[in-house]
């Protein structure tokens, strides 16, 4: 059996920085506009934990520090040149992605990412395992420690309901799966069972610490994930992104009990606890269950909102009727939505809203907390455009302007608009908190068609009011138009 080395002090003062670091990052992530510091802020954290974790353990003979801590060699872990090749290889892969990746399959790359954190936890929880002396996890008697055996079982149960469930998000946000919700029949009763099943293996696993229980525990964690993820409709894919962040970092949490990183621990914690706050914010921003939307659907009433666009009467406009009714505004309030996102048209919009400052109209953006595919989806795009920060704002802010606005420039945004969130009991969306467009004097609507409804599968009842003109068109289409009629 391999000894346990004692942690010399400076790795815990080094990882102690790392988590400092990883703090101040999500600070910093609060803010566009000190968005940019907590990156880089999270970034010299990572690379304090890694150097660190490799020095570590970095193959040597046995032996005492100066300090008087003992090395052993309790991992085996790959050669120094394995090491490196590992990480360039993940490098390139990340750097070459992150350049060719578009703004509008953010969502999906987040969810990939997801997918890999979980994998990881599973594949880490299975070599500890199968070699759990490499681990420095054993007792005199050569079998695993009984909390070892907790930690690893639930790090691989949360790791591989995270793969699974990523992938069946990343299907959905992809367009490779339906966006509607897919429920299938008793779908409440076969998650319970499948809970109460994990639950069980568990439990048998660290009483026995039988090979059938561990695998059957990890095979089950599989399949609930996709269970969990499936009967979630695409309104409340930002939840889901979310939530399932906060599974990945639950899920290096419980690896980093296992490899004893403290590193691991504390960063696995942040990420648990911040996403699991973030998916709670969203939940109440949108007027769902917490536990109904973690728990895929678990005690949602159906509804029966449309889903076909309604054939009613509309009025359409052009870009020079909107570029006409802006210049002669006062106040003009644009909301960005997903289309802009897929038509990339924030760089044109900023332009057209710079236009309009210079004929002296007061411009802000008006932004809800589920835009987009993903929290924070729009707030990333405008700052990707240099849109001022100081003019963007979030529902809460600036939903009581729309009364005063002269107009309301919506462009691409349809389910957080739609006033049947406010009316309509039987609709999806009933209840999510909706930006109050349809208050200012004139809604310009920038849709690429009549004929799409909104991801929450509905149609929008702000296109059929009289103070309402469409502008049918790719966004960044039309709002080219409009910039070329204001100039």
């Given at each position: ?15 102690l ?12 992530l ?6 940019q ?9 990572m ?32 050669s ?9 290889i ?42 759990p ?10 079998s ?12 691989v ?15 959905k946000l ?37 090979p ?5 525990l ?31 970092g ?65 009025k ?48 802000k ?29 979030e ?16 462009i ?41 409804v ?5 149609d ?17 289409k ?10």
């Amino acid at each position: 059996m391999h000894e346990v080395a004692a942690t010399p002090s400076w790795v815990l003062i080094a990882y102690l920085i790392s988590g400092i670091c990883f703090i101040l990052a999500l600070r910093g992530l609060s803010s566009p506009a000190s968005s940019q510091r907590g990156n880089r802020l999270g970034m010299i954290g990572m690379a304090i934990a890694v150097v660190t974790t490799l020095i570590v353990h970095a193959p040597r003979m046995p032996g005492t520090l100066s300090d008087g801590h003992v090395i052993s060699l309790n991992l085996e872990l790959a050669s120094a040149g394995e090491i490196l090749i590992a990480i360039l290889i993940g490098a390139a892969i990340g750097l070459v992605t992150s350049r060719r990746i578009q703004m509008t399959a953010m969502p999906q790359l987040v969810a990939a990412f997801h997918s890999l954190v979980g994998m990881a936890a599973v594949l880490v929880g299975s070599a500890a395992f199968l070699n759990p002396s490499a681990f420095g996890i054993v007792d005199a008697a050569g079998s695993i420690l009984g909390v070892s055996r907790i930690e690893m079982g639930l790090g691989v149960a949360i790791g591989a309901i995270t793969f699974s469930g990523s992938v069946i998000a990343f299907l959905k946000l992809n367009g490779n799966m339906s966006g509607k919700p897919i429920l299938l029949p008793a779908r409440h009763w076969i998650n319970l069972a499948a809970m109460l099943a994990i639950f069980f293996f568990l439990f048998g696993f660290y009483d026995s610490q039988s090979p059938i229980d561990f695998w059957t525990l990890a095979a089950l964690s599989f399949a609930i994930g996709f269970l969990l993820i499936i009967p979630i409709g695409g309104a409340d894919m930002p939840v889901v992104i979310s939530m399932l962040n906060s599974y990945s970092g639950w899920a290096a949490a419980a690896m980093g009990f296992t490899l004893h990183n403290s590193a691991m621990i504390i960063t696995g914690a942040l990420v648990g606890s911040s996403g699991a706050i973030l998916s709670y914010i969203m939940c109440k921003a949108m007027n769902r269950s917490f536990i109904s939307v973690i728990a895929g659907g678990f005690g949602a009433v159906a509804s029966s909102g449309a889903a076909e666009a309604i054939d009613r009467p509309y009025k359409r406009g052009s870009a020079e009727d909107a570029a006409f009714l802006m210049k002669q505004a006062d106040k003009v309030i644009i909301v960005p939505g997903y289309g802009m996102a897929v038509a990339q048209a924030q760089h044109i919009l900023r332009e057209m809203a710079d236009l309009l400052k210079k004929e002296g109209v007061e411009v802000k953006y008006a932004i809800h907390p589920v835009a987009g595919r993903m929290p924070g989806h729009m707030n990333v795009l405008l700052a990707e455009a240099n849109v001022p920060y100081d003019e963007v704002f979030e529902l809460e802010d600036i939903n009581s302007e729309f009364a005063t606005a002269d107009v309301a420039f919506v462009i691409g945004a349809n389910d957080v608009t739609n006033p049947a969130a406010k009316t309509d009991k039987g609709s999806p969306i009933y209840g999510m908190p909706v930006l109050d467009v349809e208050k200012a004097r004139t809604v310009l609507f920038v849709k690429r068609s009549m004929g799409g409804v909104g991801y929450a599968g509905v149609d929008n009842e702000l296109f059929y009011r009289d103070n309402t003109m469409m502008l049918l068109a790719d966004a960044k289409k039309m709002v080219e138009e409009i910039v070329k009629a204001l100039g």
